[in-house]
């Protein structure tokens, strides 16, 4: 069982983000490392120990960006895979059997909550959807054949913060995984192994690459545990190419600057949406008025770069709003230097009736936005004439 283990940090997370995991200085080495798009290397003839292959990952660019990113959760291990989903299954994939049970969050991703309910169920694995702020929810839930607890926090879209305290002690007192999805905190905000968590998942595609332009996915954990998610990966395919990988290491590089500057941005940009007629209600973890305010007060180092409203006129006044915008783009992720708009209701829960997802939190005139590195100012203006 994956149970974590503290790792010590050699320097901040600013300085492990640009040369975590890197050996001794050589002259003539580049200062960036190369690419190296080979999928094939060359062996000692009649060997076959540590063949080195794309799809086993375990080829240049993806040791560097897996080394760097556990030193960023402070996780014993780390594997880069080919997108979210991909690091999703393969990591709970290492964990469950058939005959197993799985209690997971029910304010998830909308591509989790299917592989969940529609893949895994298939495959004999039973998955049981809990509203963690119920009192007591996890353990009411719980069977003797329950082997993880699956989370995502804060959650999209509505920014709710799951305390990780309860979850973690029964976790720990069961000897169950405690899986965490920290896709929108990255760690610049949040370490979920500091909290309890046996297992982080990101969708990299998000924060931690920041430019929109790769798939990728992370799970972090133990030793022996990401070498069985490592076997999952290699048979179910879902290793990175190695572009990605190196795409991925130089978008880390500006992490800490990106998050922090989305971190301050979003805040101002919820603080001005707060005091807007047109806006019912504004969803961010940094005010006052968030339900989970003290929680994530208590937890994260930096409220995130996603806030949400909800606009007075509903959802006509939300197809409205959407279309006015001209610097902020209207598309679905999140986690980059583009700020982007989306409507839940025609993207991540498009599946839901509008009776469900009012029910989740999620009315329709609900706006997603994901902060960008624009300056804030300039976003606040394009919303306001949006508004208007
Ligand atoms: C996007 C996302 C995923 C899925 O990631 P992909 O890289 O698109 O496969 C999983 N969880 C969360 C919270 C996400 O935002």
């Given at each position: 069982?994956?149970i974590s283990?503290?790792?010590v940090?050699?320097?901040?997370?600013a300085?492990?983000a640009?040369?975590?995991?890197?050996?001794p200085?050589v002259?003539?080495?580049?200062v960036v490392?190369p690419?190296v798009q080979?999928?094939?290397?060359?062996?000692?003839?009649?060997?076959?120990?540590n063949i080195m292959?794309?799809?086993?990952?375990?080829t240049?660019?993806?040791?560097?960006?897996?080394?760097?990113i556990a030193?960023l959760?402070?996780?014993?291990?780390?594997?880069m895979l080919?997108s979210?989903?991909?690091?999703t299954?393969c990591?709970?994939?290492?964990?469950?059997?058939p005959g197993?049970?799985?209690?997971?969050?029910q304010f998830?991703?909308?591509g989790?909550?299917r592989l969940?309910?529609?893949?895994?169920?298939?495959?004999?694995i039973?998955?049981?959807l809990v509203d963690?702020?119920?009192?007591r929810?996890?353990r009411?839930?719980?069977?003797?054949?329950?082997r993880a607890i699956?989370?995502e926090?804060?959650v999209?879209?509505?920014c709710?913060v799951l305390?990780?305290?309860?979850?973690?002690?029964?976790?720990k007192?069961?000897?169950i995984?405690?899986?965490?999805?920290?896709?929108?905190?990255?760690?610049?905000?949040f370490?979920p192994?500091?909290?309890g968590?046996?297992?982080?998942?990101?969708?990299?595609?998000?924060f931690?690459?920041g430019?929109?332009?790769i798939?990728g996915?992370?799970?972090?954990?133990?030793v022996?545990?990401?070498?069985?998610?490592?076997?999952?990966?290699?048979?179910w395919?879902?290793t990175?190419?190695?572009?990605?990988?190196w795409?991925l290491e130089?978008g880390l590089?500006?992490?800490?600057v990106?998050?922090?500057r989305q971190n301050?941005?979003?805040m101002?940009?919820?603080?001005?949406?707060?005091?807007?007629?047109?806006?019912?209600?504004c969803?961010?973890p940094g005010?006052a008025?968030?339900?989970?305010h003290?929680?994530?007060?208590?937890q994260?180092?930096g409220f995130?770069?996603?806030?949400?409203?909800?606009?007075?006129?509903?959802?006509?006044?939300?197809d409205?709003?959407a279309?006015?915008?001209?610097?902020?783009?209207?598309?679905?992720?999140?986690g980059?230097?583009?700020?982007?708009?989306?409507?839940?209701r025609?993207?991540?829960h498009?599946?839901?009736?509008?009776?469900?997802?009012t029910h989740?939190?999620?009315p329709?005139?609900?706006?997603?936005?994901?902060v960008?590195l624009?300056?804030?100012?300039?976003?606040?203006a394009?919303?306001?004439?949006?508004?208007?």
């Amino acid at each position: 069982m994956a149970i974590s283990r503290k790792t010590v940090r050699p320097h901040a997370l600013a300085t492990l983000a640009i040369h975590g995991g890197d050996g001794p200085h050589v002259a003539g080495d580049p200062v960036v490392p190369p690419l190296v798009q080979s999928v094939n290397y060359v062996q000692e003839p009649g060997g076959d120990d540590n063949i080195m292959y794309t799809r086993y990952g375990n080829t240049p660019n993806a040791e560097r960006i897996q080394k760097r990113i556990a030193l960023l959760e402070g996780a014993e291990a780390a594997l880069m895979l080919s997108s979210g989903m991909g690091a999703t299954a393969c990591g709970l994939l290492a964990l469950l059997r058939p005959g197993d049970h799985l209690l997971a969050s029910q304010f998830i991703y909308g591509g989790t909550r299917r592989l969940f309910l529609e893949e895994f169920t298939q495959m004999g694995i039973d998955v049981t959807l809990v509203d963690p702020f119920e009192p007591r929810a996890w353990r009411r839930r719980l069977r003797k054949e329950t082997r993880a607890i699956f989370i995502e926090s804060p959650v999209n879209p509505t920014c709710r913060v799951l305390d990780m305290r309860g979850v973690s002690l029964l976790t720990k007192e069961l000897g169950i995984a405690l899986v965490v999805d920290s896709t929108f905190a990255s760690p610049v905000n949040f370490r979920p192994l500091e909290h309890g968590a046996d297992v982080v998942i990101h969708s990299a595609t998000k924060f931690l690459n920041g430019h929109h332009d790769i798939l990728g996915g992370i799970v972090c954990g133990t030793v022996p545990y990401i070498d069985e998610v490592k076997q999952k990966e290699i048979v179910w395919g879902q290793t990175p190419d190695p572009f990605a990988c190196w795409l991925l290491e130089r978008g880390l590089k500006t992490l800490d600057v990106r998050v922090k500057r989305q971190n301050e941005s979003a805040m101002a940009i919820a603080t001005w949406a707060e005091e807007r007629k047109e806006v019912r209600r504004c969803y961010y973890p940094g005010l006052a008025s968030h339900p989970d305010h003290e929680v994530a007060v208590d937890q994260l180092d930096g409220f995130g770069g996603m806030v949400a409203f909800e606009l007075a006129g509903g959802g006509k006044a939300a197809d409205r709003f959407a279309r006015k915008l001209k610097l902020a783009r209207y598309a679905a992720s999140l986690g980059g230097v583009d700020t982007l708009v989306s409507e839940p209701r025609h993207s991540s829960h498009a599946r839901l009736t509008p009776d469900e997802r009012t029910h989740i939190g999620i009315p329709d005139g609900f706006i997603r936005l994901s902060v960008g590195l624009e300056d804030v100012g300039d976003i606040i203006a394009d919303l306001e004439q949006a508004l208007r």
